[in-house]
């Protein structure tokens, strides 16, 4: 996506602009209030000494003001320590931007991220883009040469031009995973949208998804929670970071799944590769059967447990297990190959470790190109 942003929006973020247009401005009813707090905590607990230490979490817990400080503290820690030969340019961005969050000094993190944007080839495109790209915008001094602020300001109207396409009549810009993110982008950008958008509308679908259990995910929390709080990537310089309203809010009882004696359900799931060699050219389908309610991941496991052809591998990211290999077919960055889920024809928007299917339901994965 938008590598661009990831890596300059750390190092140039400023204070919001000025606006030139109108924008309709929202906010979460007190009703619903809790259903944001309910998401925040499970956020906020989903952070361990044993996981991985997840940047946009960091952030997002900041902007929101935190209530679990001591998984802060741990979260800070353990970002402060990680190695960053370990991590993507995109990472290395985000950890940085998540250290300033928690006003801490991400030291000669930055000067690597700098060397290594010397050498990396930007693709612009996305909210992430129109957020960096407002950042700078309103850092350009008064006086500086006019075609500089001409080209940025380009740059900035197609990106939002190519949100606006996405915005949809529910409010949902995308899919509800990417609300979040453009919400941002809408709320900060010098630019007009193309087609008006309607943040109250927004925010109340997405709060109905929330209520529908769509956002259990952190890394969903976390591209969500900021627009829910009216905050954006770009409030992060103004983060206080002094003791504050650390109380947990009391929630109401989840209400923990009862055993269920329901009758397995049928996945019909199929495995394709029509692209890497012609030794390797394969379409298997199975029928698995698991329990009501289990996740894909599960559908995956027993289709191995019975044929060595369905044998797959994850990898670990912020977002879960992603599904690197399925038969010793593996996806490749620089091929930009990977295996894309599919139910039916409609690619899956949740990965294998969230996504639920149903009876019947046929899921395939599709070794392809992005
Ligand atoms: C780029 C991208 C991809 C690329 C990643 C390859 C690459 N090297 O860049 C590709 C095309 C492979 C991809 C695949 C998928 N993606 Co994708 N992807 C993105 C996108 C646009 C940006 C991620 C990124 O670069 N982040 C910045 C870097 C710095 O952070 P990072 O943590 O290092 O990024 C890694 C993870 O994000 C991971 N990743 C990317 N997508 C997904 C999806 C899942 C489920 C998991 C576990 C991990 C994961 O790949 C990144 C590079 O290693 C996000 C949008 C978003 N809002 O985050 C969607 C997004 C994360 N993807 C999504 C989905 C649904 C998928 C797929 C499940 C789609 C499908 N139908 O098959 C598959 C994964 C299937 C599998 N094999 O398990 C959803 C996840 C929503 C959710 N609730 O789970 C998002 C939010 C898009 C959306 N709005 O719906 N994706």
Excluded at 77 to 104: F, V, W
Excluded at 120 to 127: K, Q, V
Excluded at 269 to 293: A, C, H, W
């Amino acid at each position: 996506m938008t590598w661009f942003t990831l890596h300059i929006l750390p190092l140039l973020w400023a204070a919001a602009g000025t606006s030139t247009w109108t924008r309709s401005s929202c906010s979460v009813p007190l009703a619903k209030q809790s259903l944001v707090d309910g998401i925040q905590v499970l956020m906020e607990n989903s952070v361990t000494s044993s996981t991985h230490p997840n940047p946009s979490v960091l952030i997002a817990m900041n902007l929101a003001g935190a209530y679990n400080v001591e998984a802060q503290k741990l979260l800070t820690d353990k970002l402060m320590a990680s190695d960053t030969a370990d991590l993507t340019i995109g990472q290395l961005a985000l950890t940085i931007m998540a250290l300033n969050s928690s006003c801490r000094d991400p030291g000669n993190k930055v000067s690597i991220l700098q060397r290594q944007m010397e050498t990396w080839p930007p693709s612009n495109t996305g909210a992430m883009a129109t957020l960096a790209l407002t950042c700078m915008y309103n850092k350009i001094p008064e006086g500086s040469e006019e075609g500089y602020r001409i080209l940025f300001s380009q740059v900035l109207e197609e990106a939002v031009k190519n949100i606006s396409m996405r915005i949809k009549d529910n409010g949902i810009i995308g899919d509800i995973y990417s609300t979040g993110l453009a919400m941002q982008a809408l709320s900060v950008t010098p630019k007009q949208p193309n087609k008006e958008w309607n943040c109250q509308k927004t925010m109340d679908t997405i709060l109905t998804e929330i209520e529908h259990g769509k956002f259990h995910n952190p890394m969903s929390i976390a591209q969500i929670l900021p627009s829910l709080k009216g905050k954006t990537y770009l409030d992060v310089p103004h983060v206080s970071c002094s003791p504050g309203h650390e109380v947990q809010p009391t929630l109401p009882n989840q209400p923990s799944p009862v055993p269920t004696t329901a009758p397995n359900i049928t996945v019909i799931y199929t495995i394709n590769n029509q692209l890497r060699g012609v030794e390797l050219f394969f379409n298997e389908t199975m029928d698995v059967s698991v329990k009501p309610g289990s996740v894909l991941l599960v559908v995956l496991e027993e289709a191995q447990r019975r044929n060595s052809m369905f044998k797959f591998e994850t990898t670990m990211t912020s977002w879960g297990l992603v599904v690197s290999s399925i038969n010793n077919v593996a996806e490749n960055v620089q091929e930009r190959t990977y295996w894309q889920f599919l139910s039916g024809k409609t690619p899956l928007n949740e990965g294998v470790a969230d996504y639920k299917p149903s009876d019947h339901e046929h899921i395939t994965a599709n070794f392809t190109r992005y």
